[in-house]
């Protein structure tokens, strides 16, 4: 196949389409949220702890949740199967490619 074959017959199947895309960018930022979330509990007066700010139930039980949420997103996100005419062309193709077995 030469250099002209291959631009005039582009690839049609790519790994991740524009939802697959929209549910990553979800999760990255339900991950940044997350880690926001958890930022923080210091003093300006090191001789002062705080211990309500620094275990507050934000840090220590929802940004963690909120991070885990985010990376479950992603990976289903990765793990998405595209539209049906993607996956359903690419079994035609399979289909058309492979040859009939006869039975004996």
Do not use: C
């Not at 196949?1 to 005039?8: H, K, R, W």
């Not at 690839?11 to 939802?19: E, T, V, Y």
């Not at 705080?50 to 997103?73: C, H, K, M, Q, W």
Request: aromatic fraction near 10%.
């Amino acid at each position: 196949m030469t250099y002209i074959n291959a631009m005039e017959n582009p690839i049609k199947h790519f790994g991740f389409n524009s939802q697959n895309y929209k549910w990553l960018l979800i999760g990255l930022a339900i991950n940044i949220l997350g880690y926001i979330l958890m930022i923080g509990g210091g003093s300006d007066d090191p001789s002062k702890f705080d211990a309500n700010e620094l275990f507050s139930t934000i840090r220590i039980t929802v940004a963690p949740i909120l991070i885990l949420a985010g990376y479950v997103v992603i990976f289903y996100a990765i793990m998405k199967r595209g539209s049906s005419s993607t996956s359903s062309s690419i079994s035609a193709e399979k289909s058309e490619t492979e040859a009939p077995k006869k039975n004996k």
